[in-house]
């Protein structure tokens, strides 16, 4: 039996990619630019590129290989295997990946989009093993997650299930990048953490984060870092974010009753300056059965999520 | 082959119970009166009487019956076949229903909370026949709903998944029976649309429903009533109603990604009313790709769906 596959993580700035046995321990890694701008041709020939340079390093041919995986930026359709039009892909519109790489490689090519190839990482290999009804978020600049339902990915009819940065939690809140109002995304974000930030620089706040604002953006880490010392401005959008956090974990708990919610991405770095809030909230709003045996953890797989999550969608089985 | 399954439909005021062949249609059909307030004990009595009715009426032996299934209302757990303690059933406390109906009936017994089973059998014979995304809404007092995810149901954890009615569309909105605020159903149900209705009055708006509201309670029915006969009131409740069911309906679309969404319950009868809002409101909030290839159309089974759906809990493969 083949026990290696290749995963390949597509992003905006790059390419990474890696090969990982059944037991989800990264045997090699590769990085290169993705140079999004040069358009699709030129960025799938560097996502060959990566897969020749893995097989390499591994010194074993083709033939030994279980098969590639692919993670991708959304909207996609998985079923087709079809990148749709990302926005930090230019260019890309309706690209038949799968198949592209199948016929260079001339073996099994599985694709899914980034969130819910990392979900299947952490439920083969991470925080979510063993755990039949898992949901892995991922907190970034957005908010994206990937749901395992009775032991197989929730896809939806188009593969686009469990995009739970857009459940709306106010209606009449903020509009999001997608073009609704009030996405949790819209509040709960990196993005959104330092938009608040900005507001409240705007309106003349006394805090460290004004000088930074001068010198350039805020980020959500400028937050934290404040925050962590004593600011109190920074100290309130921290408290604020944890509101937010709570308030779309009790609709993601209502919604798909997992036993185990698993956090990662950028703002998962902060977890003890939000985590015992976050879940204060949540348990205060979701119904009281669907947070009886919850646990909420962070995310294990850390920074190559990507490569391994890629990789594990030739592992999972059905 | 046993190709007929005997459905019965706890609720807070009737006991339902009918037997169902394998393609969905009710053979016999019987109805007693719950009268919860006698407790768990008479309750189930009644409950195996209605099934020893239908088989009287069938005419045939208990060996020539498929099984039972049995829908009841939240909190319950499908799993270990039990009821928790639901608002409308006084002295229930963790039942194990199907265990004793196992008991007195020797026979294959199924148990799921009521929108669930409704769910599967609009799957299974109804407006999702042969659509395994497939997201069933009950609209009436409260919001409830079942999905059909890859052909099987969604259970979550504790089989409490899909609570689709306290998914939060406002955090700051009204309390909902939950406790949480701004839940969907504190918005969009039959019962927020008759408080909406008396907000109104008390504030003075010029309306039919105040005579209704001096005489008893204004409900759903007299509002749509109202609106029908060019009340201005109520075609704004009407407008509003619309507004939040599209509302809810992004959220859902984000987070199932359904082929088809079948709304049923007491409200589903003013279906013209707020359909083409609602849906405009929908796609207008929901991500495109999610929208693309949804229909979202009005249940088939009627006042039946509560037997037939508990019937076809036996039907249900997997």
């Known amino acids: 039996?083949?026990?290696?596959?290749?995963?390949?993580?597509?992003?905006?700035?790059?390419?990474?990619?890696?090969?990982?046995?059944?037991?989800?321990?990264?045997?090699?890694?590769?990085?290169?630019p993705t140079l999004a701008k040069e358009g699709p041709e030129k960025v799938i020939g560097r996502m060959k590129q990566s897969v020749y340079d893995i097989l390499k390093h591994l010194g074993l041919p083709l033939e030994d290989i279980a098969g590639i995986g692919i993670g991708v930026p959304g909207p996609m359709d998985a079923g087709r295997g079809i990148v749709k039009n990302p926005p930090n892909l230019p260019g890309w519109d309706n690209v038949p990946l799968r198949s592209i790489m199948q016929e260079e490689f001339n073996i099994k090519v599985c694709l899914e989009n980034d969130a819910n190839a990392a979900a299947?990482?952490?439920?083969?290999?991470?925080?979510?093993?063993?755990?039949?009804?898992?949901?892995y978020i991922t907190i970034s600049t957005g908010i994206g997650g990937g749901v395992i339902a009775g032991g197989r990915l929730l896809k939806g009819d188009g593969g686009n299930a469990a995009e739970i940065g857009h459940l709306t939690i106010n209606f009449e809140g903020p509009v999001c990048g997608c073009g609704n109002k009030g996405c949790w995304e819209a509040y709960a974000s990196g993005t959104a953490m330092a938009r608040f930030?900005?507001?409240?620089?705007?309106?003349?706040?006394?805090?460290?984060?004004?000088?930074?604002?001068?010198?350039g953006d805020v980020r959500a880490e400028h937050i934290f870092?404040?925050?962590?010392?004593?600011?109190?401005?920074?100290?309130?959008?921290?408290?604020?974010?944890?509101?937010?956090?709570?308030v779309g974990l009790a609709s993601v708990v209502n919604a798909y009753n997992p036993k185990c919610?698993?956090?990662?991405?950028?703002?998962?770095?902060?977890?003890?300056?939000?985590?015992?809030?976050?879940?204060?909230?949540?348990?205060?709003?979701?119904?009281p059965p669907n947070v009886e045996n919850l646990e909420v953890v962070k995310a294990k797989l850390g920074q190559d999520v990507g490569i391994i999550g890629a990789a594990s969608l030739i592992f999972l089985k059905g």
């Open 261 to 287: 919610i698993a956090i990662g991405g950028g703002l998962a770095k902060a977890w003890d300056m939000f985590y015992s809030k976050m879940i204060e909230v949540m348990k205060a709003k979701a119904l």
């Open 225 to 246: 870092a404040a925050a962590n010392e004593e600011d109190e401005f920074a100290k309130e959008l921290v408290e604020k974010e944890a509101f937010y956090l709570g």
């Open 1 to 32: 039996m083949k026990k290696i596959a290749v995963g390949v993580d597509l992003g905006g700035t790059k390419i990474a990619a890696g090969a990982v046995d059944e037991n989800g321990n990264l045997l090699a890694r590769t990085e290169l």
């Open 197 to 215: 930030a900005k507001e409240g620089i705007l309106l003349g706040r006394k805090t460290k984060l004004t000088a930074i604002a001068q010198e």
């Open 120 to 135: 299947i990482g952490e439920y083969l290999f991470g925080a979510g093993k063993g755990i039949e009804n898992f949901v």
